[in-house]
């Protein structure tokens, strides 16, 4: 009787009582939720309607019957450019994450003289506003031919990306032991050699929190995309969506249904990717 009463103890001493605060706090993250999924709902079910029904004051109303509404001409206006996004996209984030986990290794495990100082100016970058720099960059892209293209654009979003990148992954590479590396160099491997060899390997956590945060960037750029190519049928989705309005009507459903569709990638690279991107950032944050 003994022996079997103690665990029960424990579970009756286990659960918690009701709390009315912990309940007000529940109905409070419902309130907010519910807040933020609002917009959601607006475009979705606006986008299914057709565009006789569509008016501002109508936008909370379910739509009378579920058809394509504004997805299909939104999809048959915005699918060229939402192939040039992932053709500028993909590169953008690989080159960036690739020239700054570099850095980030050098900065972290080789210190030199200046290093610090250099690291600095490098982070330094991340403070300039866009807007001051484009007249210099759109002449130095005119200058080397690129101006107008999206190899331009991938070269400025890799620039761009570089002192953000490096500082992500410095911080990343500080938690791994030094150990590792001097085991390598006793080995007789390169800088180049231990980094391809040890510190690639084990850089999966900081290439997800990389890749999430360069993709999203790049993928909502939107001056960028406007000033350096010139071409509408070759401009990003985010521009393509801003050309959906009308000058002197709006037609919603298309313009709900466009903004649906360009936010989908970066809603499912964080849905599926979430949680690798916080144990990234956890891993890059705390002290091994």
Do not use: C
């Amino acid at each position: 009787m003994v022996a079997t009463a103690a665990p029960q103890q424990r579970v009756r001493k286990s659960r918690r009582p009701f709390s009315l605060w912990r309940f007000a706090g529940y109905v409070a993250l419902v309130f907010v939720s519910l807040m933020f999924l609002l917009p959601i709902y607006v475009m979705g079910i606006t986008g299914f309607k057709d565009g006789g029904n569509t008016s501002i004051q109508t936008m909370w109303e379910l739509p009378k019957s579920f058809g394509a509404g504004g997805y299909r001409e939104a999809w048959d206006r915005l699918s060229p450019n939402m192939a040039t996004s992932f053709k500028l996209v993909i590169p953008g984030t690989i080159l960036s994450a690739l020239i700054g986990s570099f850095n980030g290794y050098i900065f972290a495990k080789w210190q030199f003289r200046g290093s610090n100082l250099l690291f600095g100016m490098l982070l330094f970058g991340m403070f300039i506003p866009y807007q001051s720099v484009l007249i210099p960059l759109i002449q130095a892209l005119q200058k080397i031919g690129l101006y107008g293209s999206i190899y331009g654009l991938i070269l400025v979003h890799v620039v761009a990306g570089i002192p953000i990148t490096t500082l992500i992954f410095r911080n990343y590479y500080a938690n791994i032991p030094r150990e590792l590396l001097e085991a390598g160099r006793v080995d007789g491997a390169s800088i180049w050699q231990i980094y391809r060899q040890i510190m690639l390997p084990l850089s999966l956590p900081g290439f997800v929190v990389v890749g999430i945060f360069q993709f999203t960037n790049i993928w909502n750029d939107f001056l960028f995309g406007l000033t350096i190519i010139t071409n509408p049928a070759e401009q990003p989705i985010t521009i393509a969506l801003n050309n959906l309005s009308g000058t002197f009507s709006v037609d919603w459903n298309v313009v709900m249904a466009g903004a649906v569709i360009a936010a989908l990638p970066t809603a499912l690279i964080y849905i599926f990717l979430g949680r690798f991107f916080i144990k990234g950032m956890l891993a890059g944050s705390m002290k091994g």
